[in-house]
């Protein structure tokens, strides 16, 4: 399914696209251009709880009735997604038990920043997604990462440690977090940090986005081994998780906008999480091809196509 034209070109001139190929060029150059390690993670923290905050507040309004259908059906998508990620990465990549295992955990898993991407661009054609979506991000990233792990050593179930190290995670604590905080508060109790956490979101997602340009672009340089497959995988089996993905958000009924962004949450893949995880629980793989594929490929393919694709695609299927 073709993207759209206005959408595509839409999603390529929007500030948060832009600065994510500043970014990337600034890197190219070999501009001195650095965000400090201490603000990186300063605006992945506002980030997540900014949008664990705004799901929150929609919540208070009162859940779905299907909340456990939704929740069900997110949890064997990312067992799905964990498990062609690993079977595709030891017949394409030709990758061993544990490379494949670590890849499955980054591409069963989501990318938190994906997610905003997304619900940004169904925001700017003037739609809104459903609040529910923010625990399905949770419920999607959890159950793939320790999948992920299962299958690189061999089948083997994780540990007590490793559960409580992905439930622990920033990610996952500042999204429930988050959550929790804006469905207690409600609309009225947020008023206080509204200038925070929302009229300054679009800033410092453009910052964040002008950072990641700069950390995919290294990434990239990185490339030796294998270059042609993991280029495909990194973008081809995405396509087809977003698009299947789409194709499931409309038939649980999350609507044009809700399917859009639950097909990018399947598309992406994890590198801030999962790589977390993988290197505490799994030392011996290549963390650093799995974070070149999930960041330097998989990420900016979203960003700039994938997205769009999945949005055209949710119009189709509804009508």
Avoid at 95 to 118: N, W
Wanted: charged share 10%.
């Amino acid at each position: 399914m073709a993207p759209s034209l206005d959408l595509l070109t839409a999603n390529l001139l929007s500030p948060v696209v832009l600065a994510f190929a500043l970014g990337m060029i600034a890197r190219g150059l070999r501009s001195d251009l650095e965000i400090p390690s201490a603000i990186q993670s300063y605006l992945s923290i506002f980030l997540l709880l900014a949008i664990g905050l705004k799901g929150g507040v929609a919540l208070h309004q009162g859940a779905p009735d299907n909340l456990w259908l939704l929740l069900g059906v997110t949890i064997l998508a990312g067992i799905a997604t964990a498990a062609t990620a690993y079977l595709l990465a030891r017949t394409w990549l030709r990758d061993d038990a544990l490379q494949a295992g670590a890849i499955a955990a980054h591409y069963g898993s989501v990318s938190a920043v994906t997610f905003i991407a997304a619900q940004q661009f169904v925001e700017r054609t003037g739609d809104t997604s459903p609040a529910v979506l923010v625990a399905l991000v949770v419920a999607l990233e959890i159950p793939a990462i320790l999948l992920g792990i299962g299958l690189a050593r061999g089948g083997g179930r994780p540990s007590w440690h490793q559960v409580r190290e992905v439930l622990t995670g920033r990610t996952a604590v500042l999204l429930i977090g988050g959550l929790a905080i804006g469905a207690i508060a409600g609309r009225d109790g947020v008023q206080a940090v509204d200038a925070m956490y929302f009229q300054l979101f679009q800033g410092m997602l453009m910052l964040f986005m002008l950072d990641m340009g700069l950390v995919a672009a290294s990434q990239l340089r990185q490339l030796t081994r294998g270059v042609g497959r993991l280029v495909v995988f990194a973008t081809m089996l995405p396509l087809l998780h977003g698009l299947a993905g789409t194709a499931i958000g409309h038939a649980i009924g999350l609507g044009v906008a809700g399917a859009t962004v639950f097909g990018a949450m399947l598309a992406s893949a994890s590198y801030i999480a999962a790589p977390a995880s993988v290197r505490a629980s799994l030392p011996e793989a290549d963390a650093g091809r799995c974070i070149t594929a999930s960041l330097g490929l998989t990420f900016p393919f979203n960003l700039a196509l994938g997205i769009p694709s999945y949005a055209a695609f949710a119009r189709w299927l509804g009508g």
